[in-house]
């Protein structure tokens, strides 16, 4: 009600109407009624709080079971932390959000951030993703310890340079952005009086041992992919999203409830002549609100796989972890082509027939569907217990 007679006060005095010393007082305060508003706003209007800790969106599924794995170079250390910066290998790059991809620009070396930035991770690395060995509450694993590598048997520390296959639990932290205090305009922007970050995914906590690994792409992976992804938050340093409530909420209309991952799995040396690769998925977990798809396209030299998570629910979102890796297997013969040809088509008569059957109006018709539906099943039975006996697969 302050608000709406503030506006009104407004309409009824011109600007060029002459206003006495203390009418222009009272009119410095006038503020103060509107920023009471933004202010003391009840919970039920603000935006959605991270789930885990007010602070982290997380995918590891009830109880935070769920391991995700990252493979990268380690490419910076915070010294006296167990805060490590790791340039993903490019068939993890779908566990980064915007805030791993942007970087501090020179015109923010005013900040310390920018410059330990600057001083620590090479110029051109691209894109990283920070792993921490903090315990998060709420989440029992992890040991807030420095990370170890196995070396012929024995365990030394975690170097830069050091190729590295970790895993531990994949969240994105809603609270401030990578490099923490920093919040300039290469991670943000303005939301009206608020500002918005551009959020980053993290390992928090990670798990120990770390695994010495080799650069490249490798035939056998594991990948977690979840949704919705939650790419943008109100960021926590910034004084007006503190003094509103704001600070660390999630920006709801960024909410992208559709995570697509695409990786490329190499295959192994070709066993002889005749073969073809296959894609082999083993371990899979599922969890959470949603559905799941895998599409993979087989070549000669590994398949390139295509994840596609739906999910919408921030407090369970939709995971999707699997082992990945190529087998060779014998190539599909002629009859095995036309077998798989012939059942497509009996297939798609079949549904023809179904969608026939709901315009069938007599009795009489609807009996003469049936039979030929089943006639059709009973050809589709028949072509699949011959590619069975003659070892046809993706029938």
């Known amino acids: 009600m302050k608000l709406l007679n503030i506006r009104i006060l407004a309409r009824q005095s011109p600007p060029h109407r002459p206003q006495s010393a203390g009418y222009l007082r009272s009119r410095r305060f006038a503020f103060i009624p509107l920023l009471a508003t933004f202010v003391c706003l009840p919970s039920w209007v603000l935006p959605d709080q991270p789930p885990l800790n007010k602070k982290f969106v997380a995918y590891g599924g009830p109880g935070h079971t769920l391991d995700a794995e990252l493979r990268g170079r380690v490419v910076a250390i915070s010294q006296g932390t167990a805060m490590i910066y790791i340039a993903p290998e490019r068939n993890y790059h779908h566990l980064l959000l915007e805030g791993n991809r942007r970087a501090p620009t020179a015109r923010e070396n005013y900040k310390a951030p920018w410059r330990w930035y600057r001083d620590n991770i090479p110029a051109g690395t691209g894109p990283v993703i920070k792993v921490e060995a903090g315990l998060v509450p709420g989440v029992p694993k992890g040991q807030d310890r420095f990370p170890d590598v196995i070396v012929n048997g024995t365990p030394r520390p975690v170097r830069v340079g050091d190729h590295v296959r970790i895993t531990g639990l994949y969240v994105v932290d809603c609270d401030h952005i990578m490099f923490y205090h920093l919040h300039t305009s290469s991670y943000t922007y303005m939301r009206g009086i608020y500002k918005a970050a551009f959020t980053h995914a993290e390992i928090h906590p990670y798990n120990h041992p770390w695994e010495l690994d080799t650069p490249g792409p490798s035939g056998g992976e594991v990948h977690l992919v979840g949704a919705p992804r939650v790419p943008e938050a109100y960021t926590g340093p910034y004084g007006a999203n503190r003094a509103a409530g704001r600070a660390g909420h999630i920006v709801k209309d960024a909410i992208q409830n559709q995570t697509v991952a695409q990786f490329f799995i190499p295959a192994p040396p070709r066993p002889g002549p005749n073969v073809e690769t296959r894609l082999s998925i083993a371990d899979v977990e599922e969890r959470g609100d949603g559905n799941a798809f895998v599409k993979s396209t087989p070549t000669d030299q590994g398949v ?38 012939r059942i497509r088509s009996i297939r798609a008569r079949i549904r023809s027939l179904q969608a026939d059957m709901q315009d069938a109006v007599s009795a009489a018709e609807r009996a003469a569907i049936v039979r030929q539906i089943r006639r059709a099943q009973s050809e589709a039975g028949e072509a699949a217990r011959r590619a069975r006996e003659i070892g046809c697969t993706d029938i």
Do not use: D, F, M
Request: some cysteine; aromatic content about 6%; charged content about 25%.
């Open 304 to 341: 390139s796989v295509t994840v596609t998570v739906r999910g919408s629910n921030v407090k369970n979102p939709r995971i999707h972890r699997a082992r990945y890796s190529v087998v060779w297997v014998p190539k599909a013969s002629a009859e095995c082509e036309a077998l798989r040809r």
